[in-house]
């Protein structure tokens, strides 16, 4: 079983579109069983994986603001149609309670409707889960996910990572489970200064963490959101030069509107049922087949 973890110190590159993708990439084209594990409380991997509430379509507002007009049209009344369609998102147990007693895991995970791909769920539980990680100093609270996926090792050839975009003790629960020479780190950065500082900040972090814990992960950075100029190519053709070896091949295009569709109707832009011909779902494609390539030299 190899581990991929999607992390860096910053918010809005597309962790979450990466971990998505790339699972339903390897289950679907290459037939791998794969197991994604949501990290962040904001559970938008679940969201996408799970379909647990309804798209954002035009269709469902007008539902919505239908219902709306009909009762007694209040904030607690807004709040709870919000909550019914676009935010309800209950399982029975999720990446909190593994957290807490990893031999939950097995009946944490939940089937996706993609042929071989699992997900454990998170929830804004995980929230708590940091807090309570982060004062538990005596239980080697950075090994609670390594030892939920040491149970379920036999019965995966992937598991990919989402992360939040911020350090804390749930990242580092996913870098630990990264131990192997064959496990990877992959880091995608925005071609922009601030993608630059998330890099620099993540890999130092990453260093430290795996001389501190006798990692052995690979890692790989994944340039996104390039626009195609000649400063987005300079800068990623910098990044080839600093760190040789270590930059994917696969670049994700600058491209928002199929993303935002994608996401908004809970489909995946590389599955083949829904054959997107647009050009970031080409780069995603292209990555899965780089990914599996990378992965299948280390069997």
């Keep these: 079983m190899k581990t991929i973890t999607i992390c860096l110190e910053k918010g809005g590159v597309g962790k979450t579109l990466i971990a998505k993708e790339l699972a339903v990439g390897l289950a679907g084209k290459y037939h791998q069983r794969v197991l994604n594990c949501d990290m962040d409380p904001q559970g938008n991997l679940t969201k996408a994986q799970l379909k647990l509430n309804d798209p954002l379509t035009i269709a469902n507002c007008l ?11 209040s904030i607690s009344s807004a709040l709870a149609l919000l909550k019914k369609y676009f935010v309800e ?3 029975p147990y999720d990446m909190a309670d593994v957290l807490k007693e990893p031999s939950l895991i097995k009946e944490a995970i939940i089937r996706t409707d993609v042929d071989n ?3 454990i769920p998170a929830t804004h539980r995980l929230t708590e889960s940091d807090i309570q990680l982060k004062t538990n100093v005596q239980a080697s609270p950075c090994l609670k996910l390594t030892r939920a996926l040491k149970q379920v090792e036999q019965e995966y050839d992937f598991v990919i990572i989402d992360n939040p975009p911020f350090t804390n003790a749930l990242l580092y629960n996913a870098i630990y489970a990264c131990r192997n020479h064959d496990d990877l780190v992959i880091i ?11 890099l620099y900040t993540t890999l130092n972090d990453l260093i430290d963490t795996a001389n501190e814990g006798m990692l052995d992960f690979d890692f790989k950075i994944l340039p996104v959101m390039a626009q195609g100029n000649n ?24 491209q928002g509107k199929p993303i935002k569709k994608a996401s908004l ?11 997107s011909r647009h050009g970031v779902a080409d780069d995603l494609r292209k990555l899965v ?11």
Excluded at 63 to 73: H, L
Excluded at 188 to 197: F, N, Q, T, W, Y
Excluded at 231 to 254: G, K, Y
């Design 231 to 254: 400063e987005d190519r300079t800068a990623i053709e910098m990044l080839h030069q600093l760190f040789p070896d270590r930059v994917l091949q696969s670049h994700i295009r600058f």
């Design 89 to 91: 998102n209950d399982v």
């Design 265 to 275: 109707n809970r489909y995946s832009l590389v599955d083949k049922d829904f054959n």
């Design 289 to 299: 087949d780089e990914v599996w390539e990378l992965c299948k030299g280390g069997n």
């Design 63 to 73: 539902k919505v603001v239908e219902q709306f007009n009909q009762g007694e049209k």
């Design 188 to 198: 995608p950065i925005s071609i922009d200064s601030g993608g630059l500082e998330g």
């Design 117 to 119: 791909l699992d997900i």
